[in-house]
């Protein structure tokens, strides 16, 4: 009987709780959406405290987390690291470092924006650093299987910061975004780095990241391209991941020769992807007929993103637009927007005062049920968002306070992983686990 009994207890718990891994760059799926259940999302509870935090160099990419390995990629002084951490305690598994020349432009200076990507069958790393260091590297030891140098193989691209649009991982197949005049596009073999198949487009490299979707119940993939060229010039493509062949491109670029294609498409129902940026065009959702081609469903000028990713679910397309902390949801279906959310009366307690929210460019996942909020500036949202209806700020803190934190939140095995960029520049690791 007591056999019985223990077999149904921990039969019922694995059903209330499920893990999963953050493979890549907006989690399992690439759409900001985690499987994880029956988690702790209190974070104004007393023991919502870092389990463990390991500095970090510059450099925007967000970590991935396979099993119990943690990984991203910065920069030291005039160095590249890869990095990989036991995701238990934070303890350093392995590195890897190699020298880059660090340029800067409009005042930014380049650093790593491009997350890292894992192979949780073959336990394979993949990371592409800023000047196009290409490298393959077991999870394991760190050990180099393959590297290349992407501009010296394809070309250089016209990029405004360096490299940042994330690889995929598809199959057998690691797909770059390259963006010079002699490839658009190139599929590797994932074991050894040698040429697939590659693809030209007249459009350059960005750093949006390329996205798998099915298209008319087809696996394609999406790309949002768009590089530092006069006159500008970009807009998305899609393209067949067997062969690389361009089923058509539809052009979405202001004409402002500062603007920057980061933000990455969105797929969502119907045929439809929508893709924006926020130097004059802001967004557009883009519909695809049965012959793969492409037209303009509708605009919005509201949800205009600089680099962050919107997420769609449940017929809501939800992101921040602009760089002001302004949060809109739209209802698909009916092409309208249906909320807007400044949280300009929100306060959160911080350091014995109450800090005024601004989410500026914030990012967000959907986890659990509902969304994880991260704004720029550290604050940290547990959102209710329903369809027609206000969000409903279920949980609130700020775990640090500095600007340009823009690393989306990465969600692994019950544990939150943030960024802080600034002011003590680090990676931060939560246990939201039930105890």
């Known amino acids: 009987m007591t056999r019985v009994f223990l ?31 029956g988690l702790d999302w209190d974070f104004e509870r007393e023991d919502f405290k870092p389990v463990w935090t390991y500095g970090k160099g510059k450099g925007h990419a967000g970590p991935v987390v396979v099993d ?15 990095v990989c951490l036991k995701a238990e305690n934070g303890s350093k598994i392995w590195k890897h470092s190699y020298g880059v020349e660090v340029g800067q432009n409009f005042g930014i200076v380049d650093a790593p924006r491009s997350s890292p990507v894992i192979d949780p069958d073959t336990k394979t790393v993949y990371t592409l650093g800023n000047d196009g260091d290409l490298l393959a590297l077991e999870l394991e030891s760190g050990k180099v299987l393959w590297q290349l140098k992407v501009g010296e193989k394809f070309g250089d691209a016209p990029t405004f910061f360096g490299i940042g649009s994330c690889p995929l991982l598809l199959g057998d197949l690691l797909i770059i975004h390259v963006g010079s005049d002699d490839t658009f596009a190139v599929a590797l073999n994932k074991t050894n780095g040698e040429v697939v198949w ?11 990241s390329p996205i798998p979707g099915k298209i008319n119940g087809e696996d394609r993939i999406l790309i949002y391209a768009g590089g530092k060229t006069k006159p500008p010039a970009g807009g998305l493509v899609c393209l067949n991941p067997k062969d690389g062949k361009i089923d058509s491109s539809f052009p979405w670029r202001t004409s402002n020769p500062t603007s920057v294609v980061a933000s990455s498409p969105v797929v969502c129902d119907n045929n439809q992807v929508f893709i ?27 949800l205009g993103c600089q680099f962050q990713t919107p997420i769609f679910h449940d017929g809501m397309l939800t992101g921040f637009g602009g760089t002001g902390g302004l949060m809109v949801s739209y209802d698909t279906q009916f092409e309208r927007l249906h909320m807007d959310e400044t949280f300009i009366k929100l306060t959160i307690p911080y350091n014995d005062r109450e800090l005024a929210v601004n989410m500026g460019r914030g990012s967000l996942i959907w986890a659990d049920g509902d969304y994880v909020v991260l704004g720029e500036n550290g604050t940290l949202l547990r959102l209710a968002i329903a369809l027609r209806q206000k969000p409903v700020v279920l949980s609130k803190a700020v775990p640090f306070y500095a600007p340009e934190t823009w690393a989306p939140p990465v969600l692994s095995n019950g544990r939150l992983y943030l960024v802080q960029n600034e002011m003590g520049s680090k990676v931060i690791c939560y246990d939201v686990r039930k105890k």
């Open 276 to 302: 924006s940026e926020d130097y004059g065009k802001s967004g557009v959702m883009i519909q695809f007929d049965s012959n793969f081609k492409q037209r303009l469903a509708w605009t919005t000028e509201h």
């Open 68 to 82: 119990d390995h943690v990984v991203f990629i910065h920069q030291k002084d005039k160095n590249e690291e890869i």
């Open 198 to 208: 590659k693809n030209q487009h007249e459009w350059h490299g960005s750093y949006a």
């Open 7 to 37: 077999l149904l207890f921990f039969s019922c718990i694995s059903s209330a709780i499920q893990a999963d891994d953050w493979p890549h760059f907006l989690g399992p799926n690439h759409n900001g959406h985690s499987a994880e259940t």
